[in-house]
């Protein structure tokens, strides 16, 4: 049972890792299910307020990932158009490569800006928002959960 929780937990962990940049997967959620998996062993690595503390940090994080775009958005002018453009730009980017992940959130809040008759230069101005909210959020995921993979990896080894 113990090998099967461990095998089943890295699955999750990389699943977490790759959902930090597919936005159809919830990254840190599912990291934090590959550390509960492993706490399922005969002998529990974590203590229960360590999970705790991990589950409230996964829940702020995985919010702050859906705030954090509308807040670079709309601090940059945008609208809810351009919110939109980006994740499907996004959606867009992931078949084109990794440069599509990146480039792709940017020209879809622009395009999106541009549907909800902004000028070009309003429209400019709310697509670096949001994709800077983007990235910004991207890197939170990506750092909590490399984190909690850490974590994961020296209960293994210790």
Avoid: H
């Avoid at 049972?1 to 790759?18: Q, T």
């Avoid at 597919?22 to 492993?38: D, E, K, S």
């Avoid at 702050?64 to 958005?73: A, E, Q, R, S, W």
């Avoid at 750092?143 to 990896?153: E, L, P």
Wanted: net charge positive.
């Amino acid at each position: 049972m113990d090998i099967l929780c461990i095998v089943l937990g890295i699955i999750f962990m990389l699943a977490g890792l790759a959902g930090c940049i597919l936005p159809l997967l919830p990254g840190p959620p599912l990291c934090f299910v590959g550390m509960v998996l492993l706490q399922l062993r005969t002998e529990p690595p974590f203590t229960t307020k360590f999970l705790i503390i991990w589950g409230v940090i996964t829940v702020v994080i995985t919010v702050l990932d859906y705030v954090i775009p509308l807040y670079g958005t709309k601090k940059f002018g945008g609208s809810k158009y351009g919110v939109w453009g980006c994740t499907l730009g996004l959606l867009v980017g992931i078949f084109t490569g990794p440069w599509g992940i990146i480039i792709g959130p940017f020209i879809g809040a622009f395009i999106g800006e541009v549907m909800a008759n902004a000028n070009s230069s309003q429209a400019l101005r709310a697509a670096f928002g949001s994709f800077i909210g983007f990235l910004f959020g991207t890197l939170l995921k990506l750092v909590v959960c490399f984190v909690m993979c850490w974590y994961f990896v020296a209960s293994l080894i210790g």
